[in-house]
């Protein structure tokens, strides 16, 4: 239970920052995904293959690494994939049609551009927040589907990876390593000598 509650308590603060910081990037992309879909749809191909071509600029603006974590967690796998083809296969997820050609040609002039601004500063801050939550550890230890439902690991090692704080990083260990055991309680010497200072 202890084991449990401070896995619990780690993944609603530094886990839960990711976990909706994902959730408005995956946002983002979808809407832009369907900017392209309806500019396709309303006859403007050339119109989507800037758009397109827009997106992918914008991946190319990050650092490889971060691009290729940021893939990982959108995507919950690693890939190598072109930008050419980075919003056809990022996209789509919720498609939502525009109803008229007229509706379209508003929210292409009015929202266009601030999509795009907005998803550039959300990329921007990516590296900041990925180093804060994941830093070095493995995809194997990531979070997964963080665009829905959460599926958080329940491994000590991203227990470990969010916290920062020494004492608190030696209690998880305490705190692992007596559940990993079968024992209720913390009865290292080590721990008996700290709590008694």
Same mark, same amino acid.
């Given at each position: 239970?202890?084991?449990?509650?401070?896995?619990?308590?780690?993944?609603?603060?530094?886990?839960? /920052?990711?976990? $909706?910081?994902?959730?408005?990037? *995956?946002?983002?992309?979808?809407?832009?995904?369907?900017?392209? +879909?309806?500019? !396709?749809?309303?006859?403007?191909?050339?119109?989507?293959?800037?758009?397109?071509?827009?997106?992918?600029?914008?991946?190319?603006?990050?650092?490889?690494?971060?691009?290729?974590?940021?893939?990982?967690?959108?995507?919950?796998?690693?890939?190598?994939?072109?930008?050419?083809?980075?919003?056809?296969?990022?996209?789509?997820?919720?498609?939502?049609?525009?109803?008229?050609?007229?509706?379209?040609? /508003?929210?292409? $002039?009015?929202?266009?551009?601030? *999509?795009?601004?907005?998803?550039?500063?959300?990329?921007?801050? +990516?590296?900041? !927040?990925?180093?804060?939550?994941?830093?070095?550890?493995?995809?194997?230890?990531?979070?997964?589907?963080?665009?829905?439902?959460?599926?958080?690991?329940?491994?000590?090692?991203?227990?470990?990876?969010?916290?920062?704080?020494?004492?608190?990083?030696?209690?998880?260990?305490?705190?692992?390593?007596?559940?990993?055991?079968?024992?209720?309680?913390?009865?290292?010497?080590?721990?008996?000598?700290?709590?008694?200072?």
């Amino acid at each position: 239970l202890q084991r449990t509650l401070l896995l619990k308590r780690f993944e609603s603060s530094l886990g839960a /920052l990711l976990a $909706s910081y994902m959730k408005i990037v *995956i946002n983002h992309i979808n809407k832009i995904y369907c900017l392209y +879909f309806d500019a !396709i749809r309303f006859g403007k191909p050339d119109a989507a293959a800037r758009l397109r071509a827009e997106f992918g600029a914008l991946f190319d603006s990050i650092d490889a690494k971060d691009r290729n974590r940021l893939l990982h967690l959108v995507r919950g796998e690693a890939m190598v994939v072109e930008n050419g083809d980075l919003l056809l296969l990022l996209g789509g997820q919720t498609v939502e049609m525009i109803a008229t050609v007229e509706v379209f040609e /508003l929210v292409w $002039s009015e929202l266009r551009d601030a *999509i795009l601004s907005d998803f550039a500063k959300l990329l921007k801050t +990516f590296p900041v !927040i990925i180093d804060k939550v994941l830093g070095h550890s493995q995809p194997t230890n990531w979070p997964k589907n963080l665009g829905g439902n959460t599926i958080w690991p329940e491994s000590g090692d991203w227990a470990l990876q969010i916290t920062y704080d020494q004492k608190v990083r030696e209690l998880i260990k305490s705190i692992l390593t007596a559940g990993s055991a079968g024992r209720k309680s913390l009865s290292s010497p080590s721990i008996r000598q700290r709590s008694s200072t």
